[in-house]
């Protein structure tokens, strides 16, 4: 295969998001959201620029506090001179900015710092879903040189949205009063969390809340070496407990870096995306034949005349 004819473009865009224009970063993200073709070239050219970001996702139910988290976050790192890139996967929304266009007015105080970079993403209908776009994403943040990533994304416990797989370091937050706790708990949250943040402290409950999960987390099987998720509370609109949020998370950071644990996720991350990668590929080039031929093989099998795995053997042309 040859170049793409607009392969000098795409260097162009690579080289001012290397320089952090916000415009060309934009564009490249761009790009990973409408899986443009030249997504491998486009990741060939930032391969040897990834691997230095600190990517942090923030999952947790709809209205516990997610963004305005991020907003204080960023208020934080960028008190320490970092630069800091958020990404908002919707995974339900085939548009981007739609939803999440609340976010961006709490956001407005960072938007207008070019240290800051902050973008909204739609996965659905992407080839490969949420596991290929979001680490294509990070990718093009991480090469345009920000040394944190904050991720947030809706929802936990359900495979498609799940974030954790996806980034460094997870962060499951709840909040008093709105089912959570308990529940949240049960849905699997307690698996997935480096740290777990009770939000909306200045609210009745949510001490109850804290103690739980502490309970909780204090009965889960662990090695002595192991990490144990610290129980944090904050009040993310008076930035109450953010810095506390700070330090835990340089410290699970340095903790993941010392003993391994960042370097295993970051290559099971990598095997999850060639794998989902290899499976889109495999799809897409399914034989014309076995394709067209699919409805007449579903017809075959509904009614009992010919098994699922013969039907598969017979797309695949093995029989
Ligand atoms: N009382 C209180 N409200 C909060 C706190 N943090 C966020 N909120 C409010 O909760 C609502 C949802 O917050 P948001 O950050 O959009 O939640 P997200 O859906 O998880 O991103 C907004 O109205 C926030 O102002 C907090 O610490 N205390
Ligand atoms: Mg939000």
């Given amino acids: 295969m040859g170049a793409p004819p607009d392969g000098p473009e795409l260097d162009l865009l690579v080289g001012q998001a290397r320089a952090g224009r916000a415009r060309a970063i934009g564009r490249l993200v761009s790009l990973v959201e409408n899986h443009d073709r030249r997504l491998p070239t486009l990741m060939a050219l930032l391969a040897a620029d990834t691997g230095r970001a600190r990517v942090i996702g923030l999952t947790g139910s709809p209205g516990v506090g997610k963004s305005t988290t991020v907003a204080a976050l960023v208020t934080a790192l960028r008190a320490r001179d970092e630069r800091v890139a958020v990404l908002a996967v919707d995974p339900s929304s085939p548009f981007s900015g739609g939803a999440l266009l609340g976010d961006r007015v709490r956001m407005q105080t960072h938007a207008l710092d070019p240290q800051v970079f902050i973008r909204s993403m739609a996965t659905r209908g992407h080839l490969g879903g949420l596991a290929v776009a979001a680490p294509q994403a990070i990718r093009v943040l991480d090469a345009a040189g920000f040394d944190t990533v904050l991720v947030e994304t809706v929802g936990v416990g359900q495979s498609e949205v799940d974030v954790a797989g996806q980034v460094d370091a997870t962060l499951v937050l709840l909040a008093p009063g709105m089912g959570d706790g308990i529940q949240a708990a049960k849905a699997g949250v307690l698996e997935i969390g480096d740290l777990f943040v009770v939000n909306k402290a200045d609210r009745d409950g949510a001490h109850v809340v804290v103690r739980e999960l502490r309970n909780m987390i204090a009965l889960a099987q662990r090695e002595p070496q192991d990490w144990k998720p610290p129980v944090l509370s904050t009040s993310a609109v008076d930035g109450t407990g953010v810095a506390e949020l700070l330090v835990e998370l340089d410290r699970f950071h340095a903790h993941a870096s010392a003993s391994g644990l960042l370097s295993q996720r970051r290559h099971d ?51």
Avoid: I, M
Avoid at 283 to 297: H, I, K, N
Avoid at 298 to 317: P, Q
């Fill in 269 to 319: 991350r990598a095997r999850r995306e060639v794998e989902s990668l290899v499976l889109a590929r495999l799809r897409a080039g399914l034989p014309v034949a076995g394709r067209a031929g699919l409805d007449g093989l579903a017809a075959e099998v509904s009614a009992g005349r010919l098994d699922a795995y013969a039907a598969a053997d017979r797309v695949l042309n093995r029989s």
